[in-house]
């Protein structure tokens, strides 16, 4: 790839990880309206919450070295991990298809696709995943879980017939609670999914065997 496409993409990526840092002075209102209900998406409208930077790079040179194509991925936001997905799937000759619930959080990701020169790579669905990705037509080799943590097992077991053998399913904030039931879900299949723990226990990385 050309230096000037690799840079396009390290720019789009410093400035969106550096506007990220301030996601702590905007989760505040969210926080406060889960003191009376439950914490929803849309709670968190104007927050990032992406991955870190060592994790997406890791996960773009995974995505290359096994040559990933189809790649599918669960929660966009405003589509950091996207752009190392589709930064990924440019160089294996695949494609990224993305969810997210909000839609005004899913133009905002286009955006910074478009700005990263990386859209050709890219399909955004709008709406619940589970909704969105029904019936995903296609045979998955790199799944990333980043949504809802209480939807990794349900999404996962619904794309579980697009999984085949070799497939990579990276799930993020495996520390918290909400993914245990997912988590208990492979550690009890050891025969069809081998997993580790990676990135001091907030990544999960699974192979199907
Ligand atoms: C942790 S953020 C994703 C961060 C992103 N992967 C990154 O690293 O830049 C989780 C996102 O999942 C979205 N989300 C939550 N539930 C969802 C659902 N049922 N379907 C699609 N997206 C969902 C949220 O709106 C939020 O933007």
Known sequence: MNAYKRNVVESKLRALHSDAERDIFRMGKGFLKSVFRPIQPADFENVYLPISEK???????????EHCQ??????TSFGISTIYLADA????????TTTELLESKAKRAL??????DLEDYVEIKIGDALETLKAYPKPIDFLFLDGWKDLYLPLFQMLEPQLHQG?????????????K??????WKNKKAYSSQMIHQGKGMLTRVS
Do not use: C, H, S, W
């Open 89 to 96: 799937v440019r160089q294996t000759g695949g494609k990224v």
């Open 167 to 179: 497939t990579l399913i990276y799930a993020d904030n495996m520390d918290m609670q909400g993914t």
């Open 55 to 65: 994790q997406g790079e890791e996960i773009r040179q995974l995505i290359v070295d």
């Open 70 to 75: 189809e790649v599918v991925e669960f929660g």
């Open 181 to 186: 039931p997912y988590a208990d879900y492979l």
């Open 111 to 116: 955006q910074n696709i478009k700005e990263a």
